[in-house]
């Protein structure tokens, strides 16, 4: 490409440079940075019954299903999948054969651990048809 040529198209880019604008405006920064993150929790739970146990939650107040976190063997302990802070969760234990263990709505720290301890003596009732 000749020297003129050359110019011609610097000239040409440089004079569109301007043209370009772009409609939207640049994103507004977030007021809350701690906001942005995930807000989840750790989960263990320690499992002395002599029963392989489903753990799930429930949000308390939403017609939503149950979520399942993981699966824990008899006398064992083990760390759940993560679940939502700073919402009030039901925690659920759930046997193979059905019976169920239902904490009251508790809510967990954002990036907090808490540990459930199943005593070996726990009581599992049968599953309610309307929360399977």
């Known amino acids: 490409m000749g020297g003129t ?10 004079a ?3 043209c370009y604008r772009s409609s939207a ?3 507004e920064p977030d007021p809350d940075p701690q906001r942005a993150r995930a807000a989840l929790a750790t989960l ?24 399942d976190i993981g699966r824990i063997a008899a006398v064992t302990r083990a760390e759940m999948a993560p679940v939502p802070a700073g919402e009030p969760l039901i925690l659920v234990a ?3 054969a059905g019976g169920e263990l239902t904490l009251p709505p508790r809510t967990f720290a954002m990036d907090g651990t808490w540990t ?16 399977r």
């Not at 040529?5 to 880019?13: D, E, M, Q």
């Not at 459930?116 to 929360?131: E, G, I, K, Q, S």
Request: proline content about 10%; aromatic content about 6%; some cysteine.
């Open 94 to 96: 759930r046997t193979t």
């Open 5 to 14: 040529a050359l110019t011609a198209c610097v000239a040409a880019l440089v």
């Open 16 to 18: 569109c440079s301007g």
């Open 44 to 67: 263990h739970v320690d499992n002395q019954t002599p029963y392989a146990l489903t753990v799930s939650y429930r949000i308390a107040g939403h017609s939503g299903g149950q979520v």
């Open 25 to 27: 405006a640049p994103p």
């Open 116 to 131: 459930w301890r199943l005593d070996r003596a726990a009581r599992f009732v049968p599953t309610p048809p309307d929360t």
